[in-house]
């Protein structure tokens, strides 16, 4: 293919593009006022990281029908490397024009039009692939959560705690990351709390959104309604993972006809609903060094938790503080939206995360608290490039150290 | 046995979360050409099912992947 | 009402092109699916619309107007000059100015309105951030609609006759279903849309906060 190769898009795309993205291409008067609320533009001043400029880009191609290989693959590389999709935008634009959304199609048409990072792509069908033949995996899946029970057994020095999985009956069916940070506090908070809970076969991450392809993010999301389906279960709490939240909770309902027959929490819900019930044990001296909490843009400003983690770490640590913005108004981390999952662009994610590291560093914090492993691993690469010296830790984990510290004295 | 495979490149994965291990592999086997093996270690225990389905995803061949106490010890063969 | 007026004619004309042109693009927005949305919401869309469009717009709850106090109060002028020079032409269908009592009290919004218009096209053309988003409509959109203020703001204070007054206006509206203006319309759906988003998720209204 050569830069002006033409690629076969479908006449009626944009007729066929549902009204809210259609609402947002046309509603921009281009005035410039989302301009400062990019973290992009914030660490760099140019302007092609001025929100309104990379919709324009998609805005040119659609009516231009500009479908060459150049025009598609320079709107893909600002799709996906110049936003992380957090919306910071809309809420200051004047119109609230989604720029977020319409960047999330133009990564859509990036992946039909063959121009999206081949490594998101090979992440989403990976997830897909995991789905298809539970079979091959399921004994290694087995396998490693015996492991992972051997040490919640050993941190709450209980022979009898368990990782449920394959439960039918539970009330709760708990979509965790892969790794055993995102499995093991969850574990020994559920242990604690006494509930009746089994863990999901399936990760809750789902590449399929971050690459706007709901084709494939829907079969991402089939996998762990059928599972819930299958096993009975009365909700799906999702792990400490921003996109996997606002996805399950707030837009996969759209996809199937009728929504879900389950509810969807956040672990921060459970949380902080068990602590305002009274139902977890707290030791605040577990966590005696200066906190902040980092506003994962998918978990607050699109999924609505605004006071919930803050209802959590106020009960299970001894200093909270607050950065500043924060809630709604919180600044991206640098790391959303996928980007962290292509090196080429490790350069360019570390100078919009400055907005970020100035924030921290500006609490005199000792300890982020992150809810999303996303921005966990941006903070992580963030802390060592900026020289932040602070340590990064999970809100569950968090809590898990108060309840240890209080049941076990440790 | 790991001893067996002969590894032309070797990775160290460990401390990586999620999808980092499936990124830095993927990258890794552009390096390498068609018949070579990557021989790599990783922490999270995620890789366990990730590497697999990723090479099923890619057309890629796991020789062999397994626990070896926290440490994922795993080869894995660039075969397209 | 003249009907061997020619500018008269010119204006009806024009006044069917572009309310026309306004109506035919609202309805190809219309004709995009909307999927239905089952996702059990944390507040009720109807009382985030209301906050979108009463609280939400206030200057101090949007960063943008707190960081450009200006352009912010440049903008509110420009659409009052606009929105007198409407309603302005809308009795002038009727009556003219001249005979109007009162008619004269419209000049302080129009000659605010002309300014802020004046100012918003030299910022486009001076602000290299501007000059990388703006489209030639900008320009034509932005200069129409200050013309138009202009022309009224002179037809109220007799300076110059209706004719001129509708002559302008009529270039806005013949040019107005090619170009951005209709944001008039469509702005009410991006607020509803917005509203709808982040009120169902719980953040606006934002919740009574906790610490």
Not at chain 1, 196 to 218: C, Q
Not at chain 1, 314 to 343: F, H, L, Q, T, W
Not at chain 2, 32 to 39: A, Q, Y
Request: with cysteine.
């Amino acid at each position: 293919m050569t830069p002006e190769t033409q690629i076969k898009v479908p006449e009626d795309y944009k007729k066929k593009l549902p009204r809210d993205v259609a609402i947002a291409l046309e509603t921009c008067v281009r005035c410039g006022l989302c301009t400062e609320s990019c973290h992009y533009y914030k660490s760099n001043p140019k302007s092609d990281f001025i929100p309104a400029y990379r919709a324009e880009v998609f805005r040119r191609i659609l009516r231009k029908k500009d479908y060459s290989e150049k025009s598609l693959g320079a709107m893909s590389d600002i799709a996906f490397s110049n936003c992380t999709l957090c919306r910071r935008c809309v809420m200051t634009c004047p119109l609230g024009v989604d720029t977020g959304l319409l960047m999330r199609e133009a990564r859509g048409l990036a992946v039909a039009s063959g121009t999206a990072p081949e490594i998101l792509v090979q992440l989403a069908d990976t997830a897909i692939s995991r789905g298809e033949d539970i079979e091959i995996f399921r004994e290694m899946f087995l396998e490693n959560i015996k492991a992972l029970e051997e040490e919640v057994r050993q941190l709450t020095g209980d022979p009898q705690a368990v990782i449920p999985v394959d439960k039918k009956g539970a009330d709760i069916l708990f979509v965790a990351l892969s790794g055993a940070h995102s499995i093991i506090p969850p574990s020994i908070l559920f242990h604690y709390a006494k509930a009746n809970w089994t863990l999901s076969f399936f990760e809750a991450s789902n590449y399929g959104v971050l690459i706007g392809d709901k084709d494939r993010a829907k079969r991402i999301v089939q996998r762990i309604v059928d599972e819930a389906k299958r096993l009975g279960v009365k909700e799906i709490v999702v792990g400490e993972c921003g996109h996997a939240y606002n996805t399950l909770r707030w837009e996969a309902p759209k996809w199937f006809d009728g929504g879900f027959p389950f509810r969807v929490r956040s672990i921060i819900e459970v949380m902080a609903h068990l602590i305002q019930e009274g139902r977890l044990p707290l030791d605040k001296s577990a966590n005696p060094e200066p906190v902040i909490y980092h506003d994962a843009c998918n978990l607050t400003r699109n999924g609505g938790l605004l006071e919930e983690p803050r209802i959590v770490l106020r009960a299970a640590v001894k200093d909270y503080r607050e950065m500043s913005p924060n809630r709604d108004d919180s600044y991206c981390c640098g790391g959303g939206g996928g980007i962290i999952a292509v090196p080429e662009w490790d350069s360019k994610r570390m100078e919009a995360g400055k907005p970020k590291a100035e924030q921290i560093k500006a609490t005199g914090a000792k300890v982020v608290i992150v809810a999303c492993d996303n921005c966990r691993i941006q903070i992580n690469d963030l802390n060592e490039h900026y020289k932040l010296g602070i340590n990064i830790g999970g809100i569950t984990e968090t809590v898990v150290k108060a309840i240890l510290k209080a049941v076990k004295g440790s | 046995m790991a001893e067996e495979i002969k590894a032309n490149v070797t990775l160290n994965l460990e401390g990586l979360m999620c999808p980092m291990p499936v990124v830095r592999i993927s990258k890794a086997i552009k390096d390498v050409v068609v018949g070579e093996v990557i021989e790599a270690t990783a922490t999270d225990p995620g890789v366990l099912i990730d590497i697999p389905a990723w090479a099923r995803t890619t057309g890629n061949e796991v020789i062999k992947i397994e626990r070896e106490g926290k440490i994922v010890h795993f080869f894995v063969r660039r075969l397209k | 009402m003249d009907f061997t007026n020619p500018s008269y004619l010119v204006l009806i004309v024009s006044l069917v092109v572009g309310l026309g042109g306004i109506l035919v693009r609202v309805a190809m927005l219309l004709g995009h699916s909307a999927p239905k949305d089952p996702s059990p919401p944390r507040v009720s869309p109807f009382k985030s619309i209301v906050y979108a469009y009463t609280i939400g717009m206030l200057p101090w709850k949007k960063e943008s107007a707190r960081l450009h106090k200006l352009v912010y109060l440049r903008g509110v002028l420009l659409h009052l000059g606009v929105f007198t020079s409407i309603v302005l032409l809308w009795l002038s269908l009727f009556v003219d100015a001249k005979s109007l009592y009162g008619s004269v009290a419209f000049s302080p919004l129009l000659g605010l309105g002309f300014l802020a218009g004046l100012a918003a096209v030299i910022v486009r053309i001076a602000d290299k951030n501007l000059r990388a988003l703006n489209r030639p409509d900008d320009f034509i959109s932005l200069i129409l609609v200050t013309l138009i203020i202009l022309s009224a703001f002179g037809y109220v204070l007799s300076i110059t006759s209706r004719e001129v007054f509708w002559g302008a206006a009529s270039a806005v509206l013949l040019y107005l279903p090619w170009s951005k203006i209709p944001h008039v319309a469509y702005f009410f759906f991006a607020k509803n849309v917005f509203g709808i988003y982040f009120g169902r998720r719980g953040v606006m209204p934002a919740p009574k906060k906790s610490i």
